[in-house]
Nanobody
Framework: QVQLVESGGGLVQAGGSLRLSCAAS????????MGWFRQAPGKEREFVAT????????DYADSVKDRFTISRDNAKNTMYLQMNSLKPEDTAVYYC???????????????????WGQGTQVTVSS
């Protein structure tokens, strides 16, 4: 079973930036689509961004498009989420996830993932 560990969260003022990392254990990181999700207090977890196994296909939630950038370094078994122009509504626990299968392509739904990290808190003050 893969282990996923997020890092890079914290407290930032509106308009600021943060870079989240997701480090994966094992040797099969590059075979799977990866994704970022987030859960704000009192809300359901929602899709943020996804990247195919080679990085050639990427998709974002409309709410973060043009502000967030997802990337991955398969040699380092690590995925990233660069978050710019942060807004208070971006406050949430951010989770990284690995796809359930090795089928190619981006994946936007929680049930397409079966391995999750513990989450990292991002708080954006106004």
């Amino acid at each position: 079973q893969v282990q996923l560990v997020e890092s890079g969260g914290g407290l930032v003022q509106a308009g600021g930036s943060l870079r989240l990392s997701c480090a994966a254990s094992g040797r099969t990181f590059g075979a799977y689509t990866m994704g970022w999700f987030r859960q704000a207090p009192g809300k359901e977890r929602e899709f943020v961004a996804t990247i195919s196994r080679g990085g050639g296909s990427i998709d974002y939630a409309d709410s973060v498009k043009d502000r967030f950038t997802i990337s991955r370094d398969n040699a380092k078994n690590t995925m990233y989420l660069q978050m710019n122009s942060l807004k208070p509504e971006d406050t949430a626990v951010y989770y990284c996830a690995r796809a359930r299968s090795t089928y190619y392509g981006t994946k936007k739904y929680e049930n397409e993932y079966d391995s999750w990290g513990q989450g990292t808190q991002v708080t954006v003050s106004s």
